[in-house]
């Protein structure tokens, strides 16, 4: 059995990968600072004796040392994400989403760490418009937080190169599941729509909601995680990989997934009208991945298509919201 350290591990993401590796029966160590994640996310992992809580934050070098001590691998999940907050705020965001990583990125060289799994983004692929998107063709960034995630993979292919630590990217697509977060400023848009929906409150769609994303069921991507943190296949390490299912879905669509979903709980909802507004700031408009790289090198398979994930979601919402 392994030890984990989880960067971000009070997170969405994070705190699923931290429920899935114990489950495991590895050791897991948490590094959080909690300014995005939430304590209760990491509650019922407290009193596990393979858990253990670092509580710091990736800006303070001293913290990250502390954190990879005698740490098998690193998954790398902390960062500020959202395009609109690094547009209200690059410094902020380049301060955790930059220094933070290559503080990281040194702590788990010195600790001798085996391999580093970072969360990149499909950001990463900015202003090109070929569809679907392939790992080796990527455009100019549209935002600051685009930017920090490509100087991400950028850091982590010369710590490779330089100083032969192990390095796996993972490019998300429009993650969501149990435990996304749907309150406060920046609130993923899955989340945000399900708890206006059950509020009977309409929802707010920015542009037509023509636009597409590959939106990605969490099971899918702590899947990507442990297949990359644990492949011995040499040609599979130090690259990128997208994690996604390889399918798009309109804004307009999901939404009309979410009342159907809803409405099992609440037939009211099916009649709860939708806002349009103008287009966000930074926004592509589709998004879709190919996801053939990571099914050769990795053997993944995606358990999760869309209908599957968001029945599952709407399941845990309307528990844990109501």
Not at 60 to 84: F, K
Not at 194 to 221: A, E, W
Not at 222 to 232: D, I, K, P
Not at 284 to 289: M, Q, Y
Request: proline fraction near 5%; hydrophobic fraction near 40%; aromatic fraction near 10%.
């Amino acid at each position: 059995m392994a030890k984990i350290l989880i960067t971000g591990g009070a997170g969405f993401i994070g705190s699923n990968l931290c429920e899935h590796f114990l489950n495991e029966g590895h050791s897991v160590v948490v590094l959080d600072n909690f300014a995005t994640g939430h304590r209760h996310n990491l509650a019922p992992f407290m009193e596990n004796a393979l858990f253990e809580l670092v509580e710091g934050d990736i800006r303070n070098m001293a913290d990250c040392h502390r954190a990879t001590a005698g740490a098998d691998y690193v998954l790398h999940q902390a960062a500020l994400g959202s395009v609109p907050r690094s547009i209200k705020d690059p410094i902020t965001t380049n301060e955790v989403n930059v220094s933070g990583f290559l503080n990281m990125l040194v702590a788990a060289r010195d600790a001798g760490v085996k391999r580093f799994v970072y969360a990149a983004s499909s950001s990463t692929y900015g202003d090109s418009v070929a569809l679907p998107k392939v790992e080796d063709q990527i455009g100019k960034p549209l935002s600051p937080y685009a930017i920090t995630k490509f100087v991400n993979e950028l850091y982590a292919e010369i710590f490779s190169k330089t100083y032969g630590l192990e390095t796996i990217g993972l490019r998300y697509f429009n993650v969501f599941g149990r435990r996304q977060d749907p309150n406060g400023a920046y609130a993923a848009v899955i989340p945000l729509f399900v708890k206006q929906l059950m509020n009977h409150q309409s929802p707010l769609i920015n542009g037509t909601g023509d636009f597409s994303r590959d939106f990605t069921y969490i099971d899918n991507v702590v899947q990507m995680n442990e297949r990359a943190m644990l492949t011995q296949k040499p040609e599979a390490i130090n690259t990128v990989y997208n994690t996604a299912v390889g399918d798009r879905t309109t804004l307009n669509e999901l939404l009309g997934y979410l009342k159907e979903f809803l409405s099992d709980f609440d037939p009211a909802i099916a009649d709860v009208a939708v806002e349009y507004g103008p287009n966000r700031q930074g926004d592509i408009p589709h998004s879709l991945a190919s996801i053939e790289k990571a099914k050769q090198l990795l053997d993944y398979q995606p358990t999760h298509p869309i209908k599957q994930g968001l029945k599952e979601a709407v399941g845990w919402y309307w528990s844990h919201l109501k």
